[in-house]
């Protein structure tokens, strides 16, 4: 079994525990509130990588601790990038009609049913990181920490900022730091305290924290910039979405400012960069890094 078939293995496991832990946690009620809830399981349970939750779970194995103890708050963090995505796609902002391969939440029910849908899984998010199974587990000065983390990352210095910058860039002739601004807040920020916020949970002493950080900000530079090329090169099957969306919509993206070869050139770079950003870590940053090879493969 070579490095690739092992990640594979490893991570089908942790999304297996995911999948699981989502579908016990959500809530079951239904009455008057039925279809919101209904609306926002739709979403949240239509598939995807489950990226973020897992990069929380290796950041809590890093310090030799059991992933299971943290899978609510894992999840959590999958309820903000699932409502983020059920924002993103309303017709006021990125107007899309697909996600993953089905109908967008507010094509499937309306637009007023899929704001509150993201609003709730916003709130459960913080429902989960408290629940009383991860309470149990961890102090709750580094709860509290990691949680404050995530909101950071993930509002109006973060994802929420990033999502305004990208749309008022549309159209319009862009720069590189702009670019990089965009990306940093609205995708890197997520991804890197999705890594960061686990390893804060396991007690990682502050200097490996800061390694880690610095990984998932390369990290999670080099996933947007693959997401970018996807875009123009990627399967539409595959992706769930029409393919060159983002060029009809006049995206400020990576290809959009370098063409298609550099921005592959740069993808390289940056896979490099936060391998060799792993180097203090030793052996305990090999399934890192063998996942930033892996996600290089997305473009190949």
């Avoid at 297996?16 to 739709?42: D, H, M, N, Q």
């Avoid at 089905?102 to 989960?128: M, R």
């Avoid at 199974?133 to 102090?139: A, C, G, Q, R, T």
Wanted: charged share 30%; aromatic share 8%.
């Amino acid at each position: 079994m070579d490095n690739f078939d092992k990640l594979k293995t490893y991570l089908e496991e942790k999304r297996f525990l995911i999948e699981k832990t989502l579908e016990e946690l959500f809530p079951k009620e239904r009455s008057y509130g039925e279809r919101v809830i209904s609306a926002s399981y739709y979403s949240l349970s239509a598939g995807g990588k489950r990226l973020r939750p897992i990069l929380c779970l290796m950041g809590y194995e890093l310090g030799d601790k059991k992933s299971e103890e943290i899978l609510p708050f894992a999840c959590g963090i999958e309820c903000i990038h699932t409502y983020s995505l059920i924002h993103d796609d309303l017709p006021c902002m990125d107007n899309d009609d697909l996600r993953r391969g089905k109908p967008s939440c507010h094509k499937a029910f309306d637009e007023a049913t899929a704001i509150l849908a993201g609003d709730g899984l916003q709130a459960l998010a913080y429902e989960w990181f408290t629940h009383p199974e991860v309470v149990k587990k961890i102090n709750p000065k580094v709860l509290l920490k990691a949680i404050n983390y995530i909101a950071k990352a993930s509002g109006l210095q973060g994802m929420v900022g990033g999502q305004m910058a990208d749309l008022l860039s549309e159209g319009k002739k862009g720069n590189l730091k702009l670019l990089r601004w965009i990306h940093e807040h609205k995708t890197v920020a997520l991804i890197e305290a999705s890594l960061v916020s686990g390893a804060i949970l396991a007690g990682i002493p502050a200097k490996t924290l800061k390694i880690l950080s610095r990984f998932g900000k390369k990290f999670g530079l080099l996933f947007q910039i693959t997401d970018d090329l996807l875009d123009l090169i990627g399967d539409e099957k595959q992706m769930g979405k029409p393919a060159k969306s983002d060029l009809k919509k006049g995206k400020l993206t990576y290809p959009s400012l370098f063409g298609l070869e550099k921005t592959k050139r740069l993808a390289e770079k940056t896979t490099q960069e936060a391998i060799d950003s792993l180097a203090p870590l030793g052996e305990k940053g090999e399934l890192l890094e063998i996942l930033t090879h892996y996600l290089l493969q997305r473009i190949s």
